[in-house]
C-alpha cells in the first residue's frame, strides 16, 4: 500500500485535523516543514483528495526512503519515474535543506550522460510553488525529514489554484468586516466537520458573505444561512446563485435562508435537524483589528460582550443539532500591546451547556494581526 507526502498551505495545524477528518483510520505522521506523511489508505484517489480537501497544496507518492541526499541518487530517481527522452525536473525540500543552482545542474549532467535531453526548474526559496509545478510542467520531487532520514515524493497533484482564486475573487460580494475566512480556510472547516458524509446539513449562523455555505455546497450538503441583516442575506444569495453557474453540479434547492440573531435560531430551524452549524461569528468592533481601540479597559468590556454573545449562540444551537452534531467556530484572540485577551469563559463553560471539545484551539491568523481566530470544534454529548 502507497505511503503519501501531503504538503499544506499557511495553515498546518488546521490542515493536518482536515486530513484526520478526512481519513479517520489512516496513519498520520508529522514530517517537517507543513508536510505530512499519509499511510493506510486503500483506494487512495490523490486527484479526489486534491478537490475536496481545503489545505492541500501538493500531493506526493513517497518512492524512497534516504539516509542523506545527493545528486546521483536523486538523479537514479529521476532516471526511474521518467522513461522519456525529455524532461524537466526540480527539487523541493521541506527540511530546510537549500537546493543550489549547481546541485540542481549536477543532477541534470548525471541526467545527460544517461541519454535524457534534461531542464531543470529552481526554486527561490527551497519549494517549488504549485503554479510553477503545474504551468512549466515540472516532473518534481519532494524531500521531507523523518526523524534522521529523508522521505523523498513524486509529486502526482497540485492544488487547483485557479478554482481557488476564482471563488475568493471572483464572486459578485465581498465585504472583510463580514468574515475574513478565504474558501480554503472555509472549505477545511467544512471538511473538519462533516468529514467525508455529504449528505449532511451545515447551519452557519452568521453566514456573512456565504463563503462557508459555498464551500459545503460544492461538497453536496443541504445548507442553511442566517444573518440579522436582510441586505447580507440578497448578498450571500447572490453569491451562491455566481457558484451555481460556475458549478453546474450545486443543486439550488438545498439552500435555505432565515433573517435572524445569531441567539435565535432554534425559532427557525426544526430540533436536532442540523448536523453541524460552522461559523465565524461576529469578532468584535473592525477598530481593534485597524489598530484605533488600544485601552486595555474597554477591551476587556468588549471580550466579555463576545463571551455573552457566544455562550447565548451555543445554548440556542444545542437545541437545533443532532445528537452528536458538531459546532466549528473560530474565536477572536487579541494581540494588543504584548497582551492577548481570549473569550476563555465560553470555552470553560461550555461542557455545562452539553458541549464536549473535540478540537481546539488551532490558530489561523496572519503575520503580526491583532486579530487571531482560534478554531475549536465542539460536540453536543
Not at 542523506?68 to 521541506?94: C, M, W
Not at 453536496?220 to 453569491?239: L, P, W, Y
Amino acid at each position: 500500500m502507497a505511503s503519501w507526502i501531503i504538503v499544506s498551505g499557511t495553515t498546518p495545524d488546521l490542515a493536518l485535523s482536515e486530513l484526520g477528518a478526512l481519513f479517520p483510520s489512516a496513519s498520520l505522521l508529522r514530517l517537517s516543514g507543513a508536510c505530512v506523511l499519509l499511510a493506510g489508505v486503500s483506494d487512495f484517489s490523490a486527484e479526489k483528495l486534491r478537490d475536496m480537501a481545503g489545505g492541500v497544496v501538493k500531493i506526493a507518492e513517497v518512492v524512497q526512503t534516504l539516509s542523506q541526499v545527493d545528486a546521483h541518487t536523486l538523479a537514479e530517481i529521476f532516471l526511474l519515474l521518467n522513461p522519456e527522452p525529455k524532461i524537466i525536473f526540480g527539487v523541493s525540500r521541506y527540511d530546510q535543506g537549500f537546493v543550489s543552482i549547481s546541485f540542481l545542474a549536477e543532477i541534470k549532467d548525471l541526467l545527460e550522460k544517461k541519454g535524457k535531453h534534461a531542464r531543470f526548474v529552481s526554486a527561490a526559496h527551497g519549494a517549488l510553488s504549485s503554479v510553477v509545478v503545474e504551468k512549466q510542467h515540472v516532473g518534481e520531487l519532494i524531500i521531507a525529514k523523518q526523524e534522521s532520514e529523508y522521505v523523498v515524493g513524486r509529486t502526482v497533484a497540485v492544488q487547483d489554484f485557479e478554482a481557488w482564486n476564482q471563488r475568493d475573487y471572483g464572486r459578485p460580494y465581498a465585504d472583510p468586516k463580514l468574515g475574513m475566512l478565504p474558501p480554503k480556510v472555509a472549505r477545511m472547516a467544512v471538511n473538519i466537520a462533516i468529514g467525508h458524509r455529504s449528505d449532511q446539513t451545515v447551519l452557519d449562523p452568521f453566514c456573512g458573505m456565504g463563503t462557508i455555505l459555498g464551500e459545503a455546497l460544492l461538497l453536496g450538503c443541504r445548507v442553511i444561512g442566517g444573518d440579522q441583516s436582510k441586505d447580507v442575506i440578497a448578498k450571500t444569495e447572490a453569491n451562491l446563485r455566481w457558484l451555481g453557474v460556475q458549478y453546474r453540479r450545486i443543486d439550488a434547492s438545498k439552500i435555505e435562508f432565515f433573517v435572524s440573531d445569531a441567539t435565535h435560531i432554534s425559532q427557525y430551524s426544526s430540533p436536532e435537524s442540523v448536523d453541524a452549524i460552522i461559523t465565524e461569528p461576529f469578532m468584535g468592533t473592525t477598530e481593534i483589528g485597524a489598530g484605533k481601540l488600544n485601552e486595555p479597559g474597554k477591551i476587556k468590556n468588549i471580550v466579555r460582550g463576545l463571551e455573552k454573545l457566544y455562550i447565548g449562540c451555543l445554548k440556542d444551537w444545542m437545541r437545533v443539532l443532532k445528537p452528536s452534531g458538531r459546532v466549528v467556530i473560530a474565536l477572536p484572540q487579541y494581540a494588543i500591546g504584548g497582551k492577548t485577551y481570549f473569550v476563555k469563559k465560553v470555552v470553560d463553560s461550555c461542557e455545562n451547556f452539553g458541549y464536549t471539545v473535540l478540537v481546539g484551539p488551532i490558530e489561523y491568523s496572519r503575520p503580526q494581526a491583532r486579530v487571531k481566530r482560534e478554531f475549536f470544534v465542539f460536540q453536543k454529548k
